[in-house]
């Protein structure tokens, strides 16, 4: 079935520095994919619509500047949060539709900005 | 936005039967409806996902009725493990698909 791989799984940083997330369909193409963000004991919230080839659309209210995604490739979508601070610290997630349009999820990233 | 209401928490016992009703009063001709399940510091896990009346994998069983403005995720036999955070979305498997609006989600606990 549909796989999509997140990298790094978890990763602490110092505030003002810049992390990035790493998500590859593994198995299928993706010209779509999907950031999420989840607070502790919250939903998930969605952040940006990543789009290869083409600038991403950022939901309201998520600064464009503060969370750049590039979508290069068919199967790689990367989320770099830029000069971290520690309320940026959260469970990052991403996603694309995989076989049957069905949404596959990473299993996440853990970010901690201290 | 796409909305969902679900109950908060359900608590069952290993061995019974759960159903989860979420209620989806704006859904879309051309809208799916799609259950997730989610372990905590894990990416939501897909479960199962239909269009109407009645659709069963492996692992649950889902019903919609004819007015499709809600949905009923029925997991037979729990155990330990299916204590989760259950989250239906609908979509309508085009483009916008993947721009699903999670609601709160149903936390499932399982007792022994």
């Known amino acids: 079935g549909a796989v999509v791989s997140q990298h790094p799984s978890r990763v602490i940083c110092k505030s003002g520095t810049s992390v990035k997330i790493e998500c590859r369909s593994l198995?299928?193409?993706?010209?779509?994919m999907f950031w999420y963000r989840q607070f502790p004991k919250q939903s998930l919230m969605l952040m940006a619509t990543?789009?290869?080839?083409?600038?991403?659309?950022?939901e309201q209210g998520v600064e464009k500047d503060k969370f750049l995604i590039n979508h290069a490739s068919l199967t790689l979508s990367t989320l770099t949060v830029t000069s971290a601070h520690p309320e940026d610290s959260s469970f990052y997630i991403c996603?694309?539709?995989?076989?049957?349009?069905?949404?596959?999820f990473g299993a996440g990233s853990r970010l901690t900005v201290l | 936005l796409a909305k969902t209401t679900q109950p908060i928490s359900m608590d069952s016992y290993e061995g019974q039967e759960v159903n989860i009703t979420c209620s989806h009063n704006?859904?879309?001709?051309?809208?799916?409806i799609t259950w997730y399940q989610q372990f905590p510091s894990q990416g939501p896990r897909f479960i199962i996902q239909?269009?109407?009346t009645k659709v069963t994998n492996e692992v649950a069983s889902l019903f919609i009725p004819a007015d499709r403005k809600s949905s009923t995720l029925s997991l037979p036999r729990v155990s330990l493990s299916d204590t989760a955070v259950y989250y239906c979305?609908?979509?309508?498997?085009?483009?916008?698909?993947?721009?699903?609006?999670f609601g709160q989600g149903t936390i499932l606990t399982v007792h022994p």
């Open positions: 704006n859904i879309a001709t051309n809208d799916y």
């Open positions: 979305l609908f979509g309508d498997g085009g483009t916008s698909y993947g721009k699903l609006t």
């Open positions: 198995d299928f193409q993706a010209t779509t």
């Open positions: 990543s789009n290869e080839g083409s600038k991403a659309t950022y």
């Open positions: 996603s694309a539709r995989g076989e049957a349009n069905v949404l596959t």
């Open positions: 239909g269009y109407k």
